[in-house]
C-alpha cells in the first residue's frame, strides 16, 4: 500500500506535538515535509521528527511536495486561507479546534472542501477520550430519553500559567488570530457537543469578561448558553481557575450521564444514585486523530461524530453568537450574520 504522505502547515499550535506523534508512528503515512516561519520550531521539527523538507510557507511546502494532507496548526484565524489553498490542489485537511476565528472562515473551509471535494476534519482532543465516547454513546442511544441539556465545563490556570509555549499563548491573547480569549478557547468544546448532540440552537446568551488577569486584553472566562425548543446548552470557560477543571453532563428525560474525562457515571429511573460504569476501549480506527483520518482517508469514510466539519461549523456559530452576545449584551437569534 502506497503511503498517505503529510504535510505539516504550522507549529505555532502546541497540539502540533501531540498530534504529530500519531502520524509518525503509523505505518500508513509519512510526514514528508514542515512549514512554518520559525526557525527555533523548524529546528525542534526537524530533530524531533527528522522530515526531509522545511519550508517558510504552507505555499511553497505545498507547490514543491504536494502532500496527500496537510495538518494545519497555525493560528485559529489562518486556517481558512491554508484549507482553501490545500484544497484547491485537491489535498485532504486536518484542522486543529475550534476550526476558525469567525464564522465566516469556518463556512469557507466547507464550501472549499465540497468544491473540490476532498476531506475535511476538525480534530477535538476529547473525541479521542473512551470516557467521553462512552457518555456520548449513552446519549445518542437513547438510553436516558430525549436530551434537553448538555454542560460541558473546560478550565485551568491559563495557557502561560500551565506551561505552553509563547508561540502558542501569544496568539491565544490575540482577538483577531484567536477570536475571543477563553471562549473562542474552551467554550468551543461545549459548543461542539452541543452541536453534535441538540443541533443548532435557537438563541445564544452569553457573558465574557477579564476578571483575573490583568496582562492580556481578551475575556479570561465566558459562559454562553444556547437555548433550544426543548432544552439548552450551558458551555463554560476559564483561564483562571485551580482545579476541577473539566467535565461533561448530559441529561435526558430518563435520566443522566456524567464524565470528567477519566470515568463515567450515570443515573436513571432504576439507578437513582449515579453509579460509575466502565468506559470500553476505542476501536483502534477511534483512539487517535491520526488513527481516525487515516482510515477516513484510506476507506473513503465519511468524517463523523465531533469531528465532523458540519457540526463543527454549527459549533463555530454557537461562539459566534455568543461573543456577539457578551459584545451586545442581548440574546443573539441563529442564523447568525458572521463577523468579517
Same mark, same amino acid.
Given at each position: 500500500?502506497?503511503?498517505?504522505?503529510?504535510?505539516?502547515?504550522?507549529?505555532?499550535?502546541?497540539?502540533?506535538?501531540?498530534?504529530?506523534?500519531?502520524?509518525?508512528?503509523?505505518? /500508513?503515512?509519512?510526514?514528508?515535509?514542515?512549514?512554518?516561519?520559525?526557525? @527555533?520550531?523548524?529546528?525542534?521539527?526537524?530533530?524531533?521528527?527528522?522530515?526531509?523538507? %522545511?519550508?517558510?510557507?504552507?505555499?511553497?511546502?505545498?507547490?514543491? %511536495?504536494?502532500?496527500? +494532507?496537510?495538518?494545519?496548526?497555525?493560528?485559529?484565524?489562518? !486556517?481558512?486561507?491554508?484549507?482553501?489553498?490545500?484544497?484547491?490542489?485537491?489535498?485532504?485537511?486536518?484542522?486543529?479546534?475550534?476550526?476558525?476565528?469567525?464564522?465566516?472562515?469556518?463556512?469557507?473551509?466547507?464550501?472549499?472542501?465540497?468544491?473540490?471535494?476532498?476531506?475535511?476534519?476538525?480534530?477535538?482532543?476529547?473525541?479521542?477520550?473512551?470516557?467521553?465516547?462512552?457518555?456520548? &454513546?449513552?446519549?445518542?442511544?437513547?438510553?436516558?430519553?430525549?436530551?434537553?441539556?448538555? /454542560?460541558?465545563?473546560?478550565?485551568?490556570?491559563?495557557?502561560?500559567?500551565?506551561?505552553?509555549?509563547?508561540? #502558542?499563548? &501569544?496568539?491565544?491573547?490575540?482577538?483577531?488570530?484567536?477570536?475571543?480569549?477563553?471562549?473562542?478557547?474552551?467554550?468551543?468544546?461545549?459548543?461542539?457537543?452541543?452541536?453534535?448532540?441538540?443541533? /443548532?440552537?435557537?438563541?445564544?446568551?452569553?457573558?465574557?469578561?477579564? #476578571?483575573?488577569?490583568?496582562?492580556?486584553?481578551?475575556?479570561?472566562?465566558?459562559?454562553?448558553?444556547?437555548?433550544?425548543?426543548?432544552?439548552?446548552?450551558?458551555?463554560?470557560?476559564?483561564?483562571?481557575?485551580?482545579?476541577?477543571?473539566?467535565?461533561?453532563?448530559?441529561?435526558?428525560?430518563?435520566?443522566?450521564?456524567?464524565?470528567?474525562?477519566?470515568?463515567?457515571?450515570?443515573?436513571? &429511573?432504576?439507578?437513582?444514585? &449515579?453509579?460509575?460504569? @466502565?468506559?470500553?476501549?476505542?476501536?483502534?480506527?477511534?483512539?487517535?486523530?491520526? !488513527?481516525?483520518?487515516?482510515?477516513?482517508?484510506?476507506?473513503?469514510?465519511? %468524517?463523523?461524530?465531533?469531528?465532523?466539519?458540519?457540526?463543527?461549523?454549527? +459549533?463555530?456559530?454557537?461562539?459566534? +453568537?455568543?461573543?456577539?452576545?457578551?459584545?451586545?449584551?442581548?440574546?443573539?437569534?441563529?442564523?447568525?450574520?458572521? /463577523?468579517?
Amino acid at each position: 500500500m502506497t503511503k498517505i504522505r503529510i504535510g505539516v502547515a504550522g507549529l505555532i499550535h502546541d497540539h502540533i506535538w501531540h498530534v504529530a506523534s500519531g502520524f509518525l508512528t503509523d505505518p /500508513r503515512c509519512e510526514v514528508v515535509a514542515v512549514a512554518d516561519i520559525n526557525p @527555533s520550531l523548524q529546528k525542534k521539527a526537524l530533530q524531533d521528527w527528522s522530515v526531509s523538507h %522545511i519550508f517558510d510557507s504552507y505555499e511553497e511546502m505545498m507547490d514543491k %511536495i504536494s502532500p496527500d +494532507a496537510v495538518l494545519v496548526y497555525t493560528d485559529n484565524a489562518s !486556517a481558512a486561507d491554508i484549507v482553501e489553498y490545500a484544497a484547491e490542489r485537491g489535498i485532504h485537511a486536518l484542522v486543529e479546534k475550534p476550526m476558525a476565528a469567525t464564522l465566516e472562515q469556518a463556512d469557507r473551509m466547507l464550501i472549499a472542501a465540497k468544491k473540490h471535494g476532498i476531506t475535511l476534519m476538525v480534530n477535538w482532543p476529547t473525541a479521542w477520550s473512551r470516557a467521553h465516547q462512552a457518555a456520548l &454513546e449513552i446519549a445518542k442511544r437513547g438510553d436516558i430519553g430525549d436530551i434537553y441539556k448538555v /454542560r460541558y465545563r473546560a478550565a485551568h490556570q491559563g495557557p502561560k500559567e500551565i506551561g505552553c509555549s509563547p508561540f #502558542f499563548y &501569544e496568539w491565544l491573547y490575540d482577538k483577531k488570530r484567536n477570536g475571543a480569549g477563553a471562549l473562542m478557547d474552551y467554550c468551543c468544546y461545549g459548543a461542539d457537543y452541543a452541536a453534535y448532540l441538540m443541533g /443548532r440552537p435557537n438563541a445564544v446568551v452569553s457573558v465574557a469578561g477579564r #476578571f483575573i488577569k490583568d496582562y492580556i486584553t481578551v475575556d479570561d472566562n465566558a459562559v454562553i448558553v444556547a437555548k433550544y425548543p426543548h432544552g439548552l446548552a450551558i458551555c463554560e470557560a476559564s483561564w483562571t481557575q485551580y482545579g476541577f477543571g473539566y467535565e461533561l453532563m448530559i441529561n435526558g428525560s430518563a435520566g443522566s450521564v456524567r464524565s470528567d474525562g477519566k470515568r463515567v457515571y450515570i443515573a436513571d &429511573e432504576r439507578q437513582k444514585e &449515579e453509579c460509575e460504569i @466502565s468506559a470500553p476501549e476505542l476501536p483502534i480506527e477511534r483512539s487517535s486523530a491520526a !488513527a481516525y483520518f487515516l482510515t477516513c482517508l484510506i476507506e473513503h469514510r465519511p %468524517i463523523e461524530g465531533l469531528c465532523n466539519a458540519v457540526v463543527s461549523r454549527n +459549533a463555530q456559530e454557537i461562539l459566534e +453568537a455568543g461573543i456577539l452576545s457578551a459584545e451586545s449584551g442581548t440574546a443573539i437569534s441563529l442564523p447568525v450574520v458572521s /463577523r468579517r
